[in-house]
């Protein structure tokens, strides 16, 4: 819970506790599909036995400082599959509102950010093991207003893009400093 004056506290801790409603309700309703084909297809009560599905919610303050704090939260269910979902919150509460990677890296911020993304994804291409896409299959193009970062606490920001969205699965959630 997200503890500081004015409504943007409020907003986010409501926006943060419906996700979390969400992804109770969605696990349950998982959980009772698979039960029932388990079940259906010749599952055994001895069989199901001790079956659990786990559900994960966290959070990561990544910077804080006496107006700003930047954090992710990670919600995530597992059992026979996994599945994950992860927010990330960049607040100015000096101004009541979200950060942009535009109010951190300035005017430029989309060639800065662009720059320093296809220069770690062209260093990377040494390796024999770069998951990274080439652009025409949907690798790297731009970052946008949409792309999710956080700020690091030396300040630098950081540009995340989700598993499988510019890299191979294996690569994980694929994150760029923007130094």
């Known amino acids: 819970r997200l503890e500081a004056n004015g409504d943007l506290a409020k907003t986010v801790n409501a926006a943060i506790q419906e996700r979390v409603d969400f992804l109770m309700e969605h696990a349950k309703q998982d959980w009772a599909e698979y039960q029932d084909a388990f079940f259906s297809t010749g599952g055994t ?12 919610v ?28 992860i927010y990330y919150f960049n607040l100015d509460f000096a101004e ?6 535009q109010d951190v890296l300035g005017e430029n911020w989309v060639q800065i950010c662009n720059d320093a993304i296809q220069e770690q994804i062209d260093a990377s291409a040494d390796d024999d093991d770069s998951f990274f896409f080439p652009p025409d299959q949907g690798g790297f193009t731009t970052v946008d207003d949409t792309t999710t970062f956080y700020i690091r606490e030396d300040g630098v920001p950081v540009v995340t893009f989700p598993r499988y969205a510019i890299a191979a699965g ?4 694929v994150e760029f400093p923007i130094t």
């Not at 919600?75 to 599945?83: D, R």
């Not at 294996?170 to 959630?173: D, N, T």
């Open 170 to 173: 294996a690569a994980g959630v």
């Open 58 to 85: 966290g959070y990561e303050v990544k910077r804080q400082t006496d107006t700003q704090v930047s954090f992710v939260v990670t919600l995530s269910e597992g059992w026979i599959v996994s599945t994950e979902e």
């Open 96 to 101: 009541g509102r979200n950060m942009t990677l």
């Open 45 to 56: 009560e001895e069989e199901w036995g001790d079956r659990e599905m786990d559900v994960f």
